[in-house]
């Protein structure tokens, strides 16, 4: 069998091969002289056909490249992907599912060796070799052959969809093939590509010294300068639209000036880099401290990092780039697509948004939705350059986005974004009335928030108040601790803004898996480390000045409510009030009209479900946050793409566990909401509903949906269909029973979407 350093050295020429036919020359050629065989081809799996495709051999016919193609089950090669199994054959031509093509002149091989290549469950195709004499392929053969598909597949799949998407743009045909990324905002986007900013990425970027400092250091400066100038435009350009989204300008801004990010890369270049290399690797370095977090929130904060070094090095190697003009519906594409690349497109023009990277919770997607733009997120690399010009179709309900689509295929999204709009407009007369059922069952609804930029959407949807207001932005955005002073500012903005409605702020929810710049916290297992709760008790002096600047900030307003999180035990929630009760001392003391404001804890650690009955009298209510519970749960981390497919969010133990939660709290008296994303899912409200969840925070764009589902169906029904899901044993059966729940409501326009290609 080949050294582990072969095999390493294989799998990374591959991954630096910088096409699909290079990729795929590479993996035959490789293959074929370490394993010493007659024949090395690659078939990959035609998902659109349900075919597999012979795509490169060497051994066989190269004219038969691109002809060959066979079913799953028909022929060896179809075996191998049908059954997704090693095949190891000694005499090919004489097994029974042998298929023989003529033009491949593959008589002359007998032995036959195939391995499926699968990337997360999927099929992507099938590695084989063949020789010419008549012999079974020993272990090592087929350990190596095995080893090597799987080492490759994820980076197969990458080029595939960029393959597919430079032949189409080559050719310039229609076609109905497409790209999935992640949900960033709902909607249907129709238009014309045009690159974000720059096509530029940091890979273009070259590691080289500069001939002279000072000069990279007033080209620096001068880069700075013109960003500053860009995000005041912008700032100015979004007075008025949906939301105080110019507040996301002044988060970009905090970036700019940080004296971190700026006296690193003088640094650098002062030791002798151009700017240009100097800003990449300061730039990534940041990121990677908001990408190590756990928190989506703060994972996606690296994605502002990365859009802000993005604007500076255009200007660093694209300074007289030329303005594009906009005539006609565009879609904007880009690595991370800024808010300030947004604000130079006029908002009558901009129909869709589609980034290489980013999530649901970077700014790019809260504008998004503020703005009512579909926008798709984390697709995977794309020609960017070759992209701009073209058509697409940006499916914000899939999470899929289509290039060079067909005539048939663009009429039939034209036809649903149509009856999107007229649905969406048709739910704006349920802004003043409240979330009751046909029972006369009341609900609340509310908005999760963590930037100043996300109040106002919140309202003009008809939030009756913040279920979740994350305090963590201040401490990571600072090069220190902030001070009680400048919390104090920001948590009276956002009371003020929702004055006379409840606002529920979580305290500091760091350490471990969300480290800050001048508090490093490195651990073995930082999921389950030292966070949360935990960490501020140990740090009495930062609660401690947390919790006074919440009480201020509610002086003669009433409407803060304390949530705790991580908590796991009830020493942790009496320490708490310990420091309440010194702070209210210390403020009395001040002249500080202050008083007891309602305090919560998350349940979110599973450890919570079963101390309830002893916490019931110290509380005033609790939150429940279904996505870490869901993932303690499950012991599966949503944000490793290696299992993220395992995290079932109506699991039959995730839903029995949310039952008992409720069911202990009614018990003990306490009010009981839900932050997590379930809030957002109009099938898992009905459920939760039934289980007597009172209040539900989601994002604004929701709102309106879950309402409208609130208010078409009856408690009953909920309560029947709870009773029927705890009988369940899979979130397949509970998921297909509450689809069917939704639509014999008539609540069809909030079922998962059928893709339009298959329809």
């Known amino acids: 069998m080949p050294s582990l350093a072969r095999m390493q050295r294989i799998v990374q020429d591959v991954n630096t091969a910088a096409s699909l036919d290079e990729k795929l020359r590479m993996i035959s050629s490789q293959v074929k002289e370490v394993m010493g065989v007659d024949v090395c081809s690659i078939y990959l799996f035609d998902t659109d056909q349900s075919?597999?495709?012979?795509?490169?051999?060497?051994?066989?016919?190269?004219?038969?490249?691109?002809?060959?193609?066979?079913?799953?089950?028909?022929?060896?090669?179809?075996?191998?992907?049908?059954?997704?199994?090693?095949?190891?054959?000694?005499?090919?031509?004489?097994?029974?599912?042998?298929?023989?093509?003529?033009?491949?002149?593959?008589?002359?091989?007998?032995?036959?060796?195939?391995?499926?290549?699968?990337?997360?469950?999927?099929?992507?195709?099938?590695?084989?070799?063949?020789?010419?004499?008549?012999?079974?392929?020993?272990?090592?053969?087929?350990?190596?052959?095995?080893?090597i598909a799987a080492h490759l597949s994820g980076t197969l799949k990458d080029a595939i969809n960029s393959g597919k998407i430079a032949e189409l743009i080559k050719t310039s045909k229609k076609s109905n093939s497409f790209v999935n990324g992640i949900i960033g905002s709902t909607g249907i986007g129709i238009g014309r590509l045009v690159a974000a900013g720059s096509t530029l990425s940091f890979k273009d970027v070259e590691d080289i010294c500069a001939l002279d400092p000072a000069a990279e250091q007033e080209r620096f400066g001068h880069a700075v300068k013109l960003v500053h100038e860009e995000l005041d435009k912008g700032h100015e350009q979004m007075a008025g639209t949906p939301g105080d989204v110019q507040a996301i300008f002044d988060a970009y801004r905090l970036i700019l000036d940080s004296a971190d990010l700026q006296d690193a890369i003088r640094q650098r270049i002062s030791d002798g880099a151009d700017a240009a290399a100097a800003l990449k690797v300061v730039i990534e370095e940041h990121a990677a401290i908001f990408e190590a977090?756990?928190?989506?929130?703060?994972?996606?904060?690296?994605?502002?990092?990365?859009?802000?070094?993005?604007?500076?090095?255009?200007?660093?190697?694209?300074?007289?780039?030329?303005?594009?003009?906009?005539?006609?519906?565009?879609?904007?594409?880009?690595?991370?697509?800024?808010?300030?690349?947004?604000?130079?497109?006029?908002?009558?023009?901009?129909?869709?948004?589609?980034?290489?990277?980013?999530?649901?919770?970077?700014?790019?997607?809260?504008?998004?939705?503020?703005?009512?733009?579909?926008?798709?997120?984390?697709?995977?690399?794309?020609?960017?350059?070759?992209?701009?010009?073209?058509?697409?179709?940006?499916?914000?309900?899939?999470?899929r986005v289509h290039f060079q689509p067909s005539s048939a295929l663009r009429a039939e999204f034209t036809r649903l974004a149509r009856r999107d709009n007229e649905f969406d407009r048709s739910l704006e007369k349920l802004k003043e009335l409240p979330a009751e059922t046909l029972d006369q069952h009341r609900v609340t609804l509310m908005v999760n928030t963590g930037l100043l930029s996300d109040i106002s959407p919140g309202l003009e949807k008809g939030a009756e108040g913040v279920g979740l207001y994350r305090t963590e932005i201040p401490f990571i955005i600072h090069d220190s601790f902030p001070t009680e002073e400048e919390q104090f500012r920001i948590y009276r903005k956002v009371l003020k803004a929702f004055h006379p409605r409840p606002v529920t702020m979580r305290t500091l929810d760091i350490g471990g898996d969300k480290p800050l710049p001048y508090f490093p916290v490195e651990e073995d297992n930082p999921y389950l480390g030292w966070r949360g709760i935990r960490f501020t008790l140990d740090h009495p002096e930062i609660f401690l000045g947390q919790i006074r600047a919440m009480l201020r900030a509610n002086e003669g307003l009433g409407n803060l409510k304390i949530l705790l999180p991580m908590v796991s035990s009830v020493d942790e929630v009496d320490s708490f009030f310990e420091l309440l009760r010194k702070a209210f001392k210390g403020l009395q003391t001040e002249g500080v009209v202050v008083e007891k404001p309602p305090v919560g804890i998350m349940v979110e650690v599973p450890s919570t479900l079963f101390l309830l009955d002893y916490m019931a009298w110290r509380l005033d209510f609790i939150s429940i946050g279904t996505n870490d519970l869901t993932q303690y749960l499950l012991a599966v981390d949503r944000n490793n793409q290696s299992v993220a497919n395992l995290f079932s969010r109506l699991h039959p133990s995730v839903v029995r566990a949310l039952n008992y939660v409720t069911e202990q709290a009614y018990k003990h008296g306490l009010e009981v909401s839900l932050c997590g994303e379930l809030a957002a899912d109009p099938a898992a409200v009905l459920l939760l509903m039934g289980m007597g969840v009172k209040s539900f925070s989601m994002n604004a764009h929701s709102l309106p949906r879950i309402k409208h589902v609130v208010r078409s169906v009856t408690h009953e029904q909920s309560i029947g269909l709870v009773e029927n899901a705890l009988r369940?044993?899979?979130?397949?059966?509970?998921?297909?029973?509450?689809?069917?729940?939704?639509?014999?409501a008539g609540l069809e326009a909030h079922l998962p979407r059928s893709n339009p290609v298959r329809a």
């Not at 980034?355 to 649901?360: L, R």
């Not at 504008?367 to 995977?380: D, E, F, Q, R, T």
């Not at 397949?732 to 014999?744: D, F, G, K, V």
């Open 293 to 399: 977090m756990e928190d989506p929130y703060f994972k996606a904060r690296s994605e502002d990092i990365r859009s802000i070094g993005l604007r500076l090095l255009k200007y660093l190697m694209e300074p007289d780039a030329e303005t594009i003009s906009y005539d006609q519906p565009i879609v904007l594409v880009g690595n991370v697509v800024g808010v300030s690349d947004i604000a130079e497109v006029p908002r009558d023009k901009l129909v869709g948004i589609i980034c290489q990277q980013g999530s649901a919770l970077s700014h790019t997607a809260i504008l998004a939705s503020a703005l009512g733009i579909p926008a798709v997120m984390g697709v995977g690399e794309l020609p960017l350059r070759r992209l701009t010009g073209k058509s697409a179709i940006v499916d914000g309900y899939q999470g």
């Open 51 to 147: 075919e597999l495709v012979l795509m490169h051999t060497l051994g066989l016919d190269a004219s038969c490249v691109g002809t060959i193609r066979m079913p799953l089950g028909d022929g060896l090669v179809g075996m191998v992907g049908e059954q997704q199994q090693l095949l190891n054959i000694e005499d090919a031509p004489k097994h029974p599912q042998f298929h023989y093509f003529p033009q491949a002149q593959e008589e002359a091989f007998h032995a036959f060796l195939g391995a499926p290549v699968i990337h997360y469950r999927k099929l992507v195709g099938v590695l084989v070799v063949q020789q010419q004499a008549t012999r079974r392929f020993d272990d090592e053969d087929e350990a190596f052959l095995v080893t």
């Open 728 to 744: 369940m044993q899979s979130e397949t059966e509970i998921r297909q029973m509450l689809n069917r729940a939704l639509e014999n």
